[in-house]
C-alpha cells in the first residue's frame, strides 16, 4: 500500500513539474520526466515486481528517445 500512494505523488509532483518548470532546459524536464517515471514504476510495483520492471524499461527507453529527437532537432534549427 506505501508503494502505491508514494507512487502516486511522485507521479502527480513529476507531471505538474515536468509540465510547468521553473528552468525551462532540456535536463531539468528530463529529470522531472524521470521523477515521473519513478512514482509509477512504485504504482506498479504494488502489483507485480515484473509489471513494475517491465513498465520501468518501456517508459525509460519511450522517453529518452522522444526527449533526444527533440533535443536534436531544437539544436539543429
Known amino acids: 500500500m506505501i508503494e502505491f500512494v ?32 519513478f512514482g509509477l514504476v512504485f504504482i506498479m510495483l504494488g502489483f507485480s515486481e515484473m509489471l513494475a520492471l517491465v513498465t520501468f524499461v518501456a517508459v525509460n527507453v519511450v522517453t529518452t528517445l522522444i526527449f533526444v529527437r527533440l533535443i536534436e532537432k531544437k539544436e539543429g534549427v
Open 6 to 37: 508514494l507512487g502516486c505523488i511522485l507521479l502527480i509532483a513529476g507531471i505538474i513539474f515536468t509540465a510547468f518548470p521553473q528552468n525551462k532546459k532540456y535536463i531539468t524536464r528530463l529529470i522531472n520526466m524521470e521523477v515521473a517515471e
